[in-house]
């Protein structure tokens, strides 16, 4: 089967970091995306790795090992808009996405 | 219309009526896809359709139709709404005529309440 594990719900302070770890097992892999999800509203896309490896953008950053089916989301100088849940999606062999569950992350002052 | 549309935003439904939830955009993909969000649960694809005029099953799909006459629009139908339905419906876009990179883009979500 397939399978998309992340934590439920994770806390951290502002102005601190916080890395959001997501395993998978897929029939197929073409790479990972990261959406944000803000409560009330749509997903909307944070990144895309498909090679092994750090990919950074600005405070975000997004880190993929393919052989260790794992990958995580680094979030840096946290403010309050992060809170918002964090999903974790892989493109399996028939190009569709498999979804975890997504990660709730509450800053705290 | 800029990016992707669905209505109505929310709609409280009794049990057994029909229900056509719509979505539309303006992007010119070819892939439109209809998830589901249940708490804890994540997104679950109902239905999608790589291109117009064809469409394919997701994970669940029993009690939902579709249709894609045309590029821009993609609506869901629920023949004999169940209050096992009740959920958050979000429609999505992508262009997969590159390959695999398929960045979905997700418009508002419908709201679906089913007494």
């Known amino acids: 089967g397939q399978n998309i594990d992340q934590p439920t719900e994770m806390t951290a302070t502002e102005g601190a970091i916080v890395q959001i770890n997501c395993t998978y097992q897929?029939?197929?892999?073409?790479?990972l995306f990261w959406y944000q999800q803000h409560a009330g509203e749509a997903p909307t896309f944070l990144s895309y790795?498909?090679l092994d490896g750090l990919e950074e953008k600005g405070r975000f950053s997004s880190f993929l090992s393919r052989s260790k089916g794992y990958s995580y989301l680094l979030l840096k100088e946290l403010q309050m808009k992060d809170s918002a849940s964090y999903l974790c999606?892989?493109?399996?062999?028939?190009?569709?996405?498999?979804w975890g569950a997504g990660t709730k992350l509450i800053i705290k002052p | 219309i800029a990016g992707i549309t669905q209505a109505p935003t929310s709609q409280i439904l009794a049990a057994g009526r029909r229900m056509t939830l719509r979505c539309t955009q303006d992007?010119?993909?070819?892939?439109m896809y209809w998830y589901r969000q249940d708490l804890g649960l994540g997104l679950r694809l109902i239905h999608y359709?790589?291109?117009?005029?064809?469409?394919g099953k997701g994970e669940v799909p029993d009690g939902y139709s579709v249709s894609r006459a045309n590029t821009d629009d993609f609506p869901l139908t629920l023949a004999s709404a169940v209050p096992s339905q009740t959920s958050v419906y979000f429609c999505?876009?992508?262009?997969?005529?590159?390959?695999?990179?398929?960045?979905?883009?997700f418009g508002p979500g419908t709201r679906l309440t089913v007494l």
């Open positions: 999505a876009s992508s262009d997969l005529s590159g390959g695999p990179y398929n960045e979905q883009f």
């Open positions: 992007m010119r993909h070819n892939a």
């Open positions: 359709s790589n291109t117009a005029g064809t469409t």
């Open positions: 897929t029939s197929g892999f073409n790479g």
């Open positions: 790795n498909v």
């Open positions: 999606a892989v493109v399996d062999s028939n190009y569709q996405l498999i």
